[in-house]
């Protein structure tokens, strides 16, 4: 599997998006995250660690907690393959819509 597939796997689960819209506001600890989801610590900690090995989040020790925080790299690695999928999905409409006025160009043309 590669590292964008991780990625859209990683974000797949509903939590682990949770997670992802909580990081994108800032770090947070576990116990943070867990205040904030219907989920337990021990639930939060399996999400991060998916989110981590698909590198979408990076951790930081902090005493003896643990300070989770988005990747860059692995979100903008992300963003760069929906933007691909958005510039296709236009240029496919451009090819269509311009099809379209040709066609009916030639059928005002006698």
Known sequence: M???QEGWSAVSDP???LIVERLAGGSCSVRELADDLPVTRPAVSQ???V?????????RAAG??????????GVIAL???LDTFWNRALAGYADVAEQDVTDESSKETP
């Open 51 to 59: 989110l981590k090995d698909a590198g979408l989040v990076s951790e």
């Open 15 to 17: 939590t682990r998006r």
């Open 2 to 4: 590669t590292a964008n």
């Open 64 to 73: 003896t907690r643990r300070i989770y925080r988005l990747n860059p790299a």
């Open 79 to 81: 963003r760069d393959q």
């Open 47 to 49: 999400h991060l660690k």
